[in-house]
Structure formats: C-alpha cells, structure tokens
C-alpha cells in the first residue's frame, strides 16, 4: 500500500516573476511534487510585474521589497501580522509540512518557521546561498541556532552553501543539489551543427544585470575577443539596475553586442543559439544557468568558483573579474571545435543526473522522513 499524498508548503522569498536559482528551483520542485501525486502550495509575497509561469497554486501574503545585498539585489517581505496570517493559511490549508527556501534569511526564511510551529507543523529548511561571511548571522549566532534547532531538517543546494553555513551554525546538514527540466532545455535539432569551425561566434551572458553577476568584465573582454575573431556577437539576456549603465559602458563597441532584456519560457532558445556561455558571477552557491546551458548542449566558460567546479568540472575556467583572462577563455574554446563537441556531449549527460525526477525523489525522502 503506498504512503497517502502529501500537503506541502514551500515558502520562498523570491519567486517569479524575479528570475533565479531559488524560484527555479520552488517553482520545478512544486511542479515535479504534483506529478508525483501530492499536493503543493508556493508561499511567497505579492511582487511588481507580471508573474508569468506560475504554480497552479501560489499564496501571495505582505509585500515584497527590493534591497541591495550581497553584491546584488535580494528581497524582503514586508506587511501587518505576516506571522499570524501565515499561521492562519498553514492551518486552513492543513499543510502537513512546511519547507522554507532560504531558511534565516529575513522576512520568511524566520517568520514561516515561528507560524508553522505555532500551527504544530514541522518544518524542513534549504539553504540557497554562499557568502564569505555575515556579521548578522555572527551577532545573532545563538538566537538563530536555537531557531535552527527546531528544524525537523536542514537542506543545503551545494557543498559550498553548507560551508558557508557551518561557519556560523552547526546542524546535521544534507546536501540535495538544485535540479534542471532536462525536457524544457534540450538540445536543438541542429546541435550537430557546433562540431564545425565557428565564423561567426554567437556568445551568451544571461542573468541578472547586477554587480555580482559582473557583466563589465565580459563587455572588457569583448575587444580582445572581437581583435581574433571579428564576427563575434554577443547577446546579453536579463534585466536589473544596473542594465542602464552597462548598456552605456557596450556602446563603444556597436552591434557587436545586443541587450535582449528579460527572459523566462523562451531561455531554452537563447542558450541553443549560442556557441558559447559565458557565466561571470563572482559568487555562486551552485550554477543553475550552467545545468540550462549544459542540457542544451551549450559549451561552457565560467567562473573559477568552488561551486562551478562541482557542477561542471568539465567546464573552462576564467579568473573572476580578469578581463584578460576571459578573453583568452573564450577566444580559445571559439577556436578549438574537438573540446566545445566534447562538452556538449558531456554536459548532457551531467545535466541528466540532477533531472528534477531525481532531485524531487531526495526531496521526497526527507519528508518522509521528518512525517515518519
């Protein structure tokens, strides 16, 4: 006889229609949950903009603002008696378990927690995000491990956000890494074509313009790249603050460079019509876009990161914000056809092994888990 389905919460900071790993993340675990039979509801605050591709089932309860954090823009939540409207949803939707993504991080990475224990509903913690230190977390050590204790489980996405994690608190971490739809992101029928000499080479960048993300080292590099291979074109695909000044900074060099602007359903397409992705972030806890590019089929140079090496050793590695260096990065796989065959071989077959199928499984036996 089977276990009876499950009511599952996920609590997310960021969710659409904002762009990254932990949405992705939320949005293709719920999905992966209910095909699997149970029942998921995303949690998350009401956000400017149209919230395109959304769950069948998102709560949307206090605001969200926007703050600089991190080298980038994060998220709170903001609005009168979020933890006694959180309680009062977990217990009308008689949730059996609620898992925070982004477990103390303000607003409800630390209120969900509070509502659910209130409603006497467990709660599993995923922890996103790598950091090389935190002063809050160092100056609140002891009221926050006490809140960690309580977990039922403590999930980390990769080695380096579990290490980030443990300078601070101790807890019996796991690690489930974030996961890829290796049916949305496919190679394209003509990826075949990538074995043959590149004229002109179609280069990739996309996330969130935003300075961790360091996008002005790659618009450094693009005249060194242009000198040894005159038809290279890059397309820049995302959207952020800081999109106005690096678009000011590219102007010099023309056509050479386009800025697309924002792009959720449509990714798959943009990263088969590269030869190359560039990933430049100078800090990572793991690399969903690399996952997307790698089950496209698409050719990697990234950052030397802990993280990027765990997930794609296969990759070439460029000096964070070595303009330089990532010249020479990618100049040299434009011009070496054997190695960028060899990594569309090989990043597919990576990518099938963190398929959601298998990461909502791990997921899945933590609950069962923490429920028995």
Same mark, same amino acid.
Request: some cysteine.
């Given at each position: 006889?089977?276990?009876?389905?499950?009511?599952?919460?996920? +609590?997310?900071?960021?969710?659409?229609?904002?762009?990254?790993?932990?949405?992705?993340?939320?949005?293709?675990?719920?999905?992966?949950? !209910?095909?699997?039979?149970?029942?998921?509801?995303?949690?998350?605050?009401?956000? $400017?903009?149209?919230?395109?591709?959304?769950?069948?089932?998102?709560?949307?309860?206090?605001?969200?603002?926007?703050?600089?954090?991190? =080298?980038?823009?994060?998220?709170?939540?903001?609005?009168?008696?979020?933890?006694?409207?959180?309680?009062?949803?977990?217990?009308?939707? $008689?949730? !059996?378990?609620?898992?925070?993504?982004?477990?103390? /991080?303000?607003?409800?990475?630390?209120?969900?927690?509070?509502?659910?224990?209130?409603?006497?509903?467990?709660?599993?913690?995923?922890?996103?995000?790598?950091?090389?230190?935190?002063?809050?977390?160092?100056?609140?050590?002891?009221?926050?491990?006490?809140?960690?204790?309580?977990?039922?489980?403590?999930?980390?996405?990769?080695?380096?956000?579990?290490?980030?994690?443990?300078?601070?608190?101790?807890?019996?971490?796991?690690?489930?890494?974030? =996961?890829?739809?290796?049916?949305?992101?496919?190679?394209?029928?003509?990826?075949?074509?990538?074995?043959?000499?590149?004229?002109?080479? $179609?280069?990739?960048?996309?996330? $969130?313009?935003?300075?961790?993300?360091?996008?002005?080292?790659?618009?450094?590099?693009?005249?060194?790249?242009?000198?040894?291979?005159?038809?290279?074109?890059?397309?820049?695909?995302?959207?952020?603050?800081?999109?106005?000044?690096?678009?000011?900074?590219?102007? /010099?060099?023309?056509?050479?460079?386009?800025?697309?602007?924002?792009?959720?359903?449509?990714?798959? =397409?943009?990263?088969?019509?590269?030869?190359?992705?560039?990933?430049?972030?100078?800090?990572?806890?793991?690399? +969903?876009?690399?996952?997307?590019?790698?089950?496209?089929?698409?050719?990697?140079?990234?950052?030397?990161?802990?993280?990027?090496?765990?997930?794609?050793?296969?990759?070439?590695?460029?000096?964070?914000?070595?303009?330089?260096?990532?010249?020479?990065?990618?100049?040299?796989?434009?011009?070496?056809?054997?190695?960028?065959?060899?990594?569309?071989?090989?990043?597919? +077959?990576?990518?099938?092994?963190?398929?959601?199928?298998?990461?909502?499984?791990?997921?899945?036996?933590?609950?069962?888990?923490?429920?028995?």
């Amino acid at each position: 006889m089977s276990p009876p389905p499950l009511r599952i919460a996920l +609590v997310a900071e960021d969710y659409y229609p904002q762009l990254g790993g932990v949405p992705e993340h939320v949005h293709h675990l719920a999905r992966e949950l !209910d095909r699997l039979g149970h029942n998921t509801t995303i949690v998350t605050s009401k956000m $400017r903009g149209h919230h395109e591709e959304e769950h069948s089932d998102v709560r949307r309860i206090g605001t969200s603002l926007v703050i600089y954090a991190n =080298g980038g823009v994060a998220r709170v939540t903001v609005g009168w008696q979020l933890t006694a409207r959180l309680e009062a949803l977990f217990r009308a939707e $008689r949730f !059996d378990l609620v898992h925070v993504h982004g477990g103390l /991080h303000p607003t409800l990475g630390l209120v969900a927690p509070r509502a659910a224990w209130r409603a006497n509903i467990p709660v599993v913690a995923t922890f996103h995000s790598w950091f090389p230190r935190s002063i809050g977390y160092r100056l609140l050590r002891r009221p926050f491990q006490r809140i960690l204790d309580r977990h039922a489980a403590t999930i980390a996405v990769s080695a380096a956000a579990r290490d980030a994690m443990s300078r601070y608190f101790t807890a019996p971490w796991e690690i489930i890494p974030n =996961g890829v739809d290796t049916t949305f992101f496919r190679p394209g029928m003509n990826g075949d074509s990538r074995q043959f000499e590149i004229r002109q080479p $179609r280069l990739l960048w996309l996330g $969130r313009i935003e300075p961790r993300n360091d996008l002005s080292t790659i618009l450094t590099a693009m005249p060194q790249i242009l000198e040894r291979h005159p038809g290279a074109h890059l397309t820049v695909v995302g959207d952020g603050p800081w999109r106005a000044r690096m678009e000011h900074a590219a102007r /010099h060099l023309g056509g050479a460079v386009r800025f697309a602007g924002y792009a959720n359903g449509d990714r798959p =397409g943009y990263y088969r019509g590269a030869d190359v992705y560039m990933c430049s972030t100078t800090r990572a806890s793991f690399g +969903v876009t690399l996952l997307e590019a790698m089950a496209c089929g698409t050719p990697l140079v990234v950052s030397d990161l802990p993280a990027f090496r765990d997930v794609a050793g296969h990759a070439v590695f460029a000096r964070p914000r070595d303009a330089g260096g990532w010249a020479e990065a990618v100049s040299g796989l434009i011009g070496d056809p054997d190695r960028r065959e060899v990594m569309t071989q090989t990043g597919r +077959v990576i990518a099938e092994r963190y398929s959601w199928a298998r990461i909502a499984q791990r997921v899945l036996k933590v609950y069962r888990r923490v429920l028995a």
